[in-house]
């Protein structure tokens, strides 16, 4: 358990809190590419530690990332015209590109030159696997983007599933690394099968082990962490250990344990304090990957069928999330559809900021444990001046990944060659190094 500080200290982002500020040196998600995918197309509110912002496509197809509020007068420019390669404000008709600057103020005198003396706030923005991502650190040094374990090469099919959820992005995060829960709270989805790995189906994922009680074993990084959760396999137990490998990169991302044909992977961005952009996603080979539709369908996220036109979800701690209680009694663990509905009807529930203080933790806890020493001891060196964690010469190599498998018990899962899930008839493809930002 941690002190309320510590809670505090862990979960804060908002203006100058140290855990917001160290976030602030990552590239950021802020929305999906397919939100301002139309050149001049509608504007977009964002929000993320506890900023406000307005994301939009210009007429050449430049994406600007934006303080929401116009400086003249704080008008909202989501509701702005975006048209001749800017974004006028509706108030006064002030106009701005993509990099903030003010290029017409028609209700000011030409003579005035105003428009010289007014910088808008906005950011470097990059476009890379079905995302928006933007750089709201030191302006001075903005750091070349590099992709994401998740989305390596252009040529990688992501998809996305996102949700905007009601609770503070540790708990949610705490979640996605906390492989025991899956045993008890997925049981229905997430099925043991007399299989010789994780495998997909149009309706499961299959795993071959009944074990609910996995022994963890953790291993520090410079990027954050991994662990294994060891389990019983069906075949073989005497001999051989199943292995699921989690791997956390700091601040936010969960490379979770892949099944026969893609890679699962979730970044978790704080919106505020009390709000997080849950973004769970499938990635890998094209032939072998469920497109984004498909893999929301899925996961029961689907925009207009279970989140409305905000990615706001429809099933809420009010309506308690579906639950279906005949379902229930016909042999359903928890009666509600979809495993990150699952996940999310416990991490609502926790309340906006989990109250740390009271729980009660125990051996499978072991990587919740690490993430938040992990994390605390990463702020306190960032606050006494050190490089924000995962960052420079600490940030992961592109070959950090998850792994599951069945393997013989004199072997170490640290040492085992992880690689990612692509087609077997297909050649992985090579990493690429050379990324262009729009500054």
Not at 83 to 101: A, I, N, P, Q, S
Not at 220 to 238: D, E, K, M, Q, V
Not at 269 to 274: E, F
Not at 292 to 305: D, H, I, N, S, Y
Request: proline share 7%.
């Amino acid at each position: 358990m941690l002190t309320h500080e510590q809670n505090q200290l862990l979960c804060r982002v908002e203006g100058d809190a140290p855990m917001g500020q160290l976030m602030r040196h990552h590239w950021t998600p802020v929305s999906l590419i397919e939100e301002v995918s139309e050149p001049d197309g509608p504007p977009v509110h964002a929000r993320v530690f506890g900023e406000d912002l307005v994301v939009f496509r210009d007429t050449e197809g430049r994406v600007g990332v934006m303080d929401e509020y116009c400086p003249h007068r704080r008008a909202s420019l989501v509701y702005g015209r975006n048209e001749d390669c800017g974004l006028r404000c509706l108030y006064h008709g002030w106009k701005f590109d993509v990099h903030g600057t003010v290029i017409e103020m028609v209700s000011e005198p030409v003579s005035s030159c105003m428009t010289e003396k007014v910088k808008h706030k906005a950011y470097p923005t990059h476009e890379w696997g079905g995302m928006v991502w933007a750089y709201m650190g030191p302006q001075n040094t903005v750091p070349e983007f590099v992709p994401p374990a998740w989305a390596p090469t252009a040529d990688t099919r992501v998809s996305i599933a996102k949700a905007l959820l009601p609770c503070n992005w540790a708990q949610v995060l705490e979640g996605a690394i906390d492989s025991a829960h899956s045993s008890s709270l997925h049981s229905s989805d997430f099925v043991p099968a007399r299989v010789g790995g994780a495998e997909a189906t149009s309706k499961n994922w299959l795993r071959p082990s009944t074990d609910k009680a996995p022994r963890l074993q953790v291993e520090r990084t410079s990027y954050g962490f991994r662990y294994a959760a060891i389990r019983r396999p069906i075949f073989n137990a005497n001999t051989h250990d199943y292995i699921r490998s989690t791997v956390f990169v700091a601040p936010s991302t969960v490379l979770i344990p892949p099944n026969n044909l893609y890679n699962v992977a979730n970044i978790n961005v704080p919106m505020d304090d009390v709000n997080t952009a849950f973004y769970f996603i499938a990635w890998g080979d094209p032939k072998t990957t469920p497109e984004t539709e498909t893999w929301r369908k899925f996961l029961c996220q689907q925009v207009g069928v279970d989140l409305d036109t905000s990615y706001r979800p429809l099933r809420n701690h009010e309506n308690r999330f579906w639950q279906d209680r005949e379902a229930m009694k016909a042999g359903n663990f928890t009666g509600i559809k979809g495993f990150p509905n699952q996940d999310i009807a416990m991490w609502v529930t926790m309340g906006p900021i989990a109250n740390r203080s009271d729980e009660r933790l125990g051996a499978s806890d072991l990587a919740i444990v690490e993430f938040r020493k992990r994390m605390l001891e990463a702020v306190e060196a960032f606050s006494e001046g050190a490089a924000a964690i995962g960052t420079g010469e600490h940030a992961p190599a592109r070959s950090v990944c998850s792994y599951q498998a069945v393997i013989p018990k004199d072997t170490d899962w640290r040492a085992y060659e992880a690689r990612y899930v692509w087609g077997e008839d297909a050649e992985t493809p090579a990493l690429e190094t050379n990324y262009q930002v729009q500054q």
